[in-house]
């Protein structure tokens, strides 16, 4: 699993977002409607632990749309959380989505030099994005760590 080394955070140092009044966007594909449910799950329950005020949630139709919509978005919050799940196929299709929207979402990052949650599962198979959705059963939470990455990066930027 690639959750081994992964830092661990806490609520109480989540609990700084808070209270520098930070404001999260969420923006989540709609494939895989389960697995995405639990990403945004997760992301929702970081921002509840850090203080954060119910992050609005932005649902766009796939994982190519994530980059186009936090790039909208990005203007009016100090972090966006990405969340989608590509699950490879037969085709060359993965390929091209997944470069796609990790490309496009570093760009809004460094180019708005607002944080990217990045919370984009890149699987072979429904089961290992199962096992990283925070489901009930999973062994990750990748919607949560996104949710917390972004908020840990704004607030080490808003320090500066």
């Not at 699993?1 to 808070?18: D, K, R, T, W, Y």
């Not at 096992?131 to 990748?142: F, Q, T």
Request: proline share 4%; charged share 15%; glycine share 14%.
């Amino acid at each position: 699993m690639s959750g081994h080394g992964a830092p661990i955070v806490g609520a109480n140092e989540l609990a700084v977002a808070g209270k520098t009044g930070l404001r999260a966007v969420i923006v989540a594909a709609s494939w895989h409607t389960e697995i995405m449910n639990g990403l945004v799950d997760g992301a929702l329950r970081a921002a509840a632990d850090a203080g954060i005020a119910t992050p609005e949630v932005i649902r766009v139709p796939g994982t190519f749309e994530l980059p186009v919509a936090a790039a909208r978005l990005a203007h009016a919050y100090d972090t966006v959380i990405a969340l989608g799940v590509v699950i490879r196929g037969g085709t060359p299709h993965f390929d091209f989505v997944c470069q796609g929207a990790t490309m496009g979402l570093t760009d809004v990052s460094v180019r708005t030099g607002v944080p990217v949650g990045f919370g984009v599962l890149t699987c072979d198979n429904e089961e290992q994005a199962i096992a990283r959705a925070g489901l009930e059963g999973s062994v990750e939470d990748k919607g949560y760590e996104a949710m917390s990455a972004g908020l840990q990066t704004a607030v080490a930027l808003a320090r500066r």
